[in-house]
């Protein structure tokens, strides 16, 4: 049976490549296994970061492999994961979890059987139990899409919160950014604010029980994530309105979000760097793994250009920048 790429990815298969590492690769008789626990694969963002991961060179080099594993948007089963892949002995984990709190429990149990965690775009509640991560900061995130939709629909606006999925520290940190905002701007008032869990469709249903109860009073929408922003301007039309007279913006640079932004339909999109996220997780397990010789892949550092300080690995912590996109700049990161 043919299976098509999202199949492959989340039946775990190993994804293997071709290059040169040092220190402890090299002296493998069998490739260095690693395990990423996603949070699920049902949603673009996370298809972008399972894709960018398996293209890291050292998957293509043969020297590593990478299993990916789905985790459906369900805590329980990201942590009967943890004990397969603590059972088959996996060399590392990186790990995107569910929930900020209930991902500390399967960490702790890989970490007693010797197994590093690395973490990648949302995290858990005790980040010392990392060996190290790398993410944005989701509190910068919920900032910016505040500020965003206060310059537009001004300080006295109206507005709605479309949250993701309660539990998850991008959802939690966001509201954070979202709150110290509208803090600072007490003209604003919330009128309506629930959670879409991440989802596109789950954001028009909401967004209709939004208009029906509130009407042309909404004057902004902040939605944690462009699957949301995407639905909420569905909705917003299918309602009659023009999407262009009710700013909209989300969280994730996904493409059809970003189409939104050039057509003028979604006010901005803070594109989060898939890529860089992913890689970088890849290239911190691999320094772990291999020792002080191992010369990191993904361009996100700068010792490859990149804007983020490698560090020479040694790091717990590190942020991938932002990047707002408005029209002015749209066509430029679409081209990219």
Do not use: C
Not at 78 to 101: C, G, H, M, R, W
């Amino acid at each position: 049976m043919k299976m098509n790429k999202r199949q492959l990815l989340a039946s775990g298969v190993g994804l293997l490549a071709m290059g040169a590492m040092g220190g402890r690769v090299m002296a493998q008789t069998k490739p260095l296994r690693i395990a990423a626990i996603v949070q699920s694969l049902n949603t673009e963002y996370n298809v972008l970061w399972a894709d960018a991961a398996k293209a890291h060179p050292a998957f293509k080099a043969g020297q590593a492999e990478l299993t990916i594993l789905d985790g459906r948007q369900d805590m329980l089963t990201q942590s009967n994961l943890f004990d397969t892949v603590i059972t088959e002995k996996y060399d590392a984990i990186i790990f995107i979890p569910v929930d900020i709190d209930a991902g500390n429990d399967p960490i702790e149990r890989a970490k007693a059987a010797g197994i590093p965690v690395f973490g990648s775009n949302t995290v858990v509640s005790n980040t010392s139990l990392y060996d190290a991560y790398i993410n944005s900061n989701d509190v910068e995130a919920g900032e910016l899409l505040a500020k965003a939709i206060i310059a537009r629909a001004g300080p006295e606006a109206k507005v709605v919160i479309l949250e993701g999925m309660i539990g998850q520290s991008a959802q939690v940190q966001r509201l954070q950014g979202i709150q110290n905002v509208l803090a600072a701007n007490p003209g604003v008032t919330v009128i309506g604010q629930n959670s879409a869990n991440w989802s596109r469709a789950e954001a028009i249903t909401l967004m209709e029980n939004l208009l029906t109860s509130h009407g042309s009073d909404i004057q902004g929408v902040l939605a944690e994530n462009d699957e949301m922003a995407v639905g909420a301007i569905e909705a917003i039309r299918s309602y009659g309105l023009d999407p262009q007279s009710l700013p909209v913006a989300g969280v994730d640079g996904i493409h059809d979000a970003l189409q939104a932004v050039k057509n003028g339909d979604q006010a901005m999109s803070i594109l989060q760097d898939a890529h860089g996220q992913a890689q970088g997780a890849v290239d911190l397990a691999l320094r772990k793994l291999s020792g002080a010789s191992y010369t990191p892949a993904a361009k996100v550092w700068d010792v490859n250009g990149g804007s983020l300080a490698w560090e020479d690995g040694t790091s717990q912590h590190y942020y991938v920048p932002w990047l707002p996109v408005t029209r002015e700049n749209v066509d430029t990161v679409l081209a990219e």
